[in-house]
């Protein structure tokens, strides 16, 4: 079967959001490789080994692979992409000279070959993540996280990711009520759950998303704890005020604590709905900012009440840990 391949060049800072604009028209599949430079700092703090490829990518800069079935019309599709790719730099995205090549590919094996770079890797020294597909030995203390991402964002190698579950460690302490808002392949909800959360509510409003953390859940053996959701938290906060409830599992609001792995223009936009949805005294683990983002996030915050716990920072992003007086 032949693909048509589109290269993006960009920055790191842009990829989630062009990443997401490829899924949202018809990519059945997206590969970034980022910059190979040996100067990043990596986490080694609990043993991890990391393969340095070298590669001519400049430093902060990545290049992206969207694939298309073969039929699509690529100009149409490129027509789209452009202008929304442009607009980012309305929210202060860096894209850098953005760059876009087609290419006809015939390569039906392309859809799983990323599978032999996604190993087990270990997020704290407690929680590790596992592909489905990998075999691996655990030891009594690990918290594993059973994980086939599919086509929706969130394999726990991305900063913001590992930096929200690692927040999650430090804040659960047992029996809490979650909401995960943008939940992607469902790791945040899942990991929240192997630490000790009582029932997460989570959700998104893609559908592809949607489909892969339902089944990640199960996966996990979670689906009587975690109910996926295609909404966000306005939906749901409005279907509390009619029905008195957050949803079918009888997951109420306001609950203790709420988690979101999103871009820093998507949290200012709902800073104060997450606000209502905590009880007082619950937490706020906001993660998904660039360092650019930083003030924006932390005034936003303290606007609406939050107070400031914590920040944590992995490269160049951060997570706010913020609570609710």
């Keep these: 079967m032949k693909w048509h391949e589109l290269t993006i060049g960009t920055t790191e800072e842009a990829v989630e959001m062009i990443s997401n604009f490829l899924h949202e028209l018809g990519a059945g599949g997206v590969a970034i490789e980022e910059s190979g430079t040996l100067n990043k700092p990596r986490d080694t703090s609990l043993g991890q080994w990391y393969e340095l490829p070298l590669n001519d990518i400049p430093e ?22 452009k202008p929304r ?53 655990a030891a009594d203390h690990e918290r594993i996280i059973e994980l086939d991402p599919g086509m929706a964002f969130g394999t726990g190698t991305h900063p913001t990711t590992s930096l929200c579950l690692r927040a999650l460690e430090s804040v659960v302490k047992g029996g809490e009520v979650v909401i995960d808002v943008g939940t992607g392949s469902g790791i945040l909800a899942i990991g929240a759950c192997k630490l000790g959360a009582g029932k997460v509510l989570a959700l998104d409003l893609d559908p592809v998303a949607v489909s892969s953390a339902t089944e990640n859940v199960s996966l996990n053996g979670l689906s009587d704890q975690v ?39 998507i949290i200012l936009l709902f800073v104060e709905d997450v606000y209502e949805a905590l009880k007082s005294g619950g937490t706020y683990i906001a993660s998904g900012i660039y360092k650019n983002k930083e003030q924006d996030v932390e005034e936003g ?16 992003w951060l997570a706010f840990v913020a609570r609710k007086p």
């Design 60 to 81: 902060g800069h990545a290049v992206m692979k969207g694939y298309f079935a073969e039929g699509t019309d690529m100009e149409a599709l490129l027509c789209q992409l």
């Design 85 to 137: 790719v442009e607009q980012l730099r309305e929210f202060d995205i860096d894209t850098g000279d953005v760059s876009y090549e087609s290419l006809l590919v015939d390569d039906e094996d392309w859809a799983n070959a990323w599978k032999q770079y996604f190993k087990p890797v270990k997020i704290t020294d407690t929680l590790t993540i596992k592909p489905t597909w990998e075999a691996y030995e």
């Design 227 to 265: 109910e996926v959701r295609l909404s966000d938290l306005l939906g749901v906060l409005r279907e509390g005020d009619r029905e008195g409830t957050a949803s079918v599992t009888n997951i109420q609001t306001p609950v203790d604590l709420v988690v979101a792995n999103i871009l820093a223009e």
């Design 301 to 316: 915050l303290k606007k609406a009440g939050f107070h400031i716990v914590e920040k944590q920072r992995d490269e160049d």
